[in-house]
């Protein structure tokens, strides 16, 4: 996986990850910890891995009752939809994180399937970004167990090359009132098919 975040190469292995009845590719680093996650799938919300278009939309995004995504998906060139979300740690040891998250905008994500076994995913994407700091009730009351937890799961991140608890939301951070926009651009990613 190659991608250029805000004008910065990232480079990484791929890795196909299933969390509950979701399938994604996934690609993480450690020092500093990033996470950047695609899933695909249908227009009914399920998982979907084949080659085509993917219309990329926002994970919140109620996109049955958008008309304009509706518009562009009954437009017949879309296999499905697509979402992506970006973490990088900006503050040693997962104190701080820079978040990334797609919404509707017309892009789109372009899956093929090689001859030689694998597929090959193309993209360009403008991800909406948020800043989240760990709440200080969180390190306070956490202490060293919350420490020793952060180092345990940067560890086996690091180990497995799988993301382990990196995503802020909900994990006793808060989301800051400052927003940017992360551009992920000249996006590739190289996957063994089913694997």
């Given at each position: 996986?190659?991608?250029m975040v805000n004008d910065k190469e990232y480079k990484t292995e791929p890795r196909r990850i299933k969390i509950g009845a979701y399938g994604y590719i996934t690609g993480n680093a450690i020092s500093p910890d990033i996470s950047l996650r695609i899933w695909l799938g249908s227009f009914n919300g399920q998982d979907l891995n084949e080659p085509g278009k993917y219309l990329v939309i926002g994970e919140d995004e109620n996109y049955k009752k958008s008309d304009s995504i509706n518009a562009a998906y009954l437009s017949g060139n879309y296999k499905g939809i697509a979402y992506v979300k970006y973490v990088e740690e900006t503050k040693a040891p997962r104190m701080e994180y820079h978040v990334g998250e797609s919404k509707y905008n017309g892009e789109?994500?372009?899956?093929?399937?090689?001859t030689d076994d694998f597929q090959y995913v193309s993209f360009n994407v403008t991800l909406e970004g948020s800043f989240w700091k760990?709440?200080?009730s969180a390190t306070a009351f956490g202490g060293l167990n919350r420490l020793?937890?952060?180092?345990?799961?940067?560890a086996v991140t690091g180990a497995t090359g799988f993301e382990q608890n990196?995503?802020?939301?909900?994990?006793?951070?808060?989301k800051q009132a400052t927003l940017d926009t992360i551009k992920l651009t000249e996006g590739?990613?190289?996957?063994?098919?089913?694997?």
């Open positions: 996986m190659s991608v789109t994500i372009e899956v093929i399937n090689g760990e709440k200080t020793t937890n952060k180092l345990q799961d940067k990196i995503d802020p939301e909900g994990a006793g951070y808060k590739k990613v190289r996957i063994k098919i089913g694997g």
